[in-house]
């Protein structure tokens, strides 16, 4: 499968746990961004890279909210000291310069 | 005012229909428009761009009024696999970051 993958595919986490993702975008894909997505809504973009650089931070990133792309390849998103209102579904996107391919996301549930 | 807006429905219809999505946008300044398709806990797929000359993809059309800040996306003759949600998606960024912002989307369901 050539497609971006994400890890886990759902986490439940009690309020005050650290939880980390991991995406794996299309392997030619220099540009990735990271999505949340609540039941009812559309996706909100969270945070952009391009290579290793992240270039830009949505105002919904709070401080418990950190990103990383390292090598430029595969990226992880933290969450701090979580939230119910962290509770959410977590999308990848990849492009290399036009359309963005989503992976399955990240189910996160916050008890 | 939401970036950008959609009617979310839902529209149930049957096969065979005809069925018209309107989406608006607040920033006039917004580059590049899509519909993308999301099925129930699956991840959104592009479906088509939307051009200012209005595009046509079989049995889906798209159209952009700028002066507006309309989008639309006609379905016709629905089949029950067109049940899913549909997003508007504004790029209203002019720069090279492609960060997209999308309508809380409109839900349809096709009968049989």
């Known amino acids: 499968d050539t497609g971006v993958s994400q890890d886990p595919r759902h986490k439940i986490t009690k309020r005050g746990q650290n939880v980390t993702f991991r995406c794996d975008p299309i392997s030619e894909h220099n540009r990735l961004y990271w999505y949340r997505q609540t039941l009812g809504q559309g996706p909100e973009f969270l945070t952009y890279f391009q290579n290793e650089a992240q270039l830009e931070k949505s105002r919904l990133l709070s401080d418990r909210f950190s990103a990383e792309r390292p090598k430029g390849s595969f990226s992880t998103l933290e969450i701090q000291r979580t939230e119910q209102g962290d509770s959410a579904m977590y999308l990848c996107a990849s492009s290399k310069r036009g359309e963005q391919y989503f992976g399955p996301g990240t189910r996160l549930t916050v008890t | ?112």
């Open chain 2, 1 to 112: 005012r939401k970036e950008v807006e959609q009617d979310p429905g839902p529209f149930n219809v049957p096969e065979g229909a005809t069925v018209a999505f309107n989406c608006t946008y607040s920033n006039s300044a917004s580059q590049s428009f899509f519909w993308y398709r999301q099925d129930c806990r699956k991840e959104p797929k592009l479906l088509m761009s939307v051009y200012s000359s209005g595009n046509e993809d079989g049995r889906f059309t798209a159209q952009l009024n700028r002066a507006s800040q309309y989008i639309s996306l006609l379905i016709r003759d629905s089949k029950l696999s067109d049940s899913a949600t549909y997003l508007c998606v504004v790029n209203p960024s002019s720069g090279s970051a492609r960060q997209l912002t999308f309508g809380s989307g409109t839900q349809l369901t096709v009968l049989p």
